[in-house]
């Protein structure tokens, strides 16, 4: 294999094992799930499982990157849906955040799970958690920089602040209504973002 060159295709062990793990990681929380579970539930055998994450924590560490590259993407996707408005990208990222939280079994973030379960900031998956969330604030604030740029820091923290509140309860409470409130809220921020703008550029 040329050096540099990623393994364009995990064996299927391996994405047995992290499927596994982000099923149940996510179901049940990280602390409370076993190895010996996930190597039973994935059927590979122990020296398998230690031959592709050599530590729990391995495991739990890409379980995270998964998630992130899944949500990248549908963040991707939804900045690429429609940009013939400042606020329609973020419109759309709101609106698949609220689908998310009506989805069947959602049970909160992930990452704000997982940091639930590891408070220690120098441990790794801290630190992957905070990678994470440093991309989204930041993918934000360049999104809001096109609505009002002088804003668009602190606005963008609120848009996170809304979408964190959004996500704790939106397996606690109704998700429809959940949803139409953070959406709601995200929408309201928008709009004195751009009146702000709107006049500040007449002005």
């Known amino acids: 294999m040329t050096r540099g060159k990623p393994d364009a295709r995990p064996s299927e062990a391996r994405l047995r094992l992290l499927n ?57 996707a939804a900045i690429a849906t429609d940009d013939s408005a400042p606020a329609d990208p973020l419109l759309a990222i709101a609106g698949s955040i609220a ?4 989805s069947p079994g959602f049970r909160g973030c992930a990452f704000l799970n997982a940091a639930a379960e590891y408070p220690a900031t120098e441990h790794p998956v801290r630190q992957e958690i905070i990678a994470h969330r440093q991309w989204f604030l930041d993918t934000l604030s360049t999104l809001m920089g096109r609505v009002h740029q002088e804003m668009a820091d602190p606005a963008a923290r609120h848009f996170v602040m809304l979408r964190d509140g959004a996500m704790a309860a939106g397996c606690l409470f109704d998700p429809a209504l959940v949803s139409e409130t953070f959406l709601r809220g995200v929408e309201g921020l928008l709009l004195i973002n751009a009146e702000r703008q709107s006049t500040e550029s007449a002005g």
């Open 20 to 76: 596994t793990a982000t099923r149940l990681f996510y179901s049940e929380g990280i602390h409370s799930v076993g190895i010996d579970r996930i190597i039973a539930e994935a059927k590979v055998t122990r020296a398998t499982f230690y031959r592709h994450f050599p530590s729990k924590d391995d495991l739990i560490l890409a379980y995270l990157r998964e998630v992130h590259k899944m949500e990248r993407s549908t963040v991707d």
């Open 99 to 102: 689908q998310n939280i009506q």
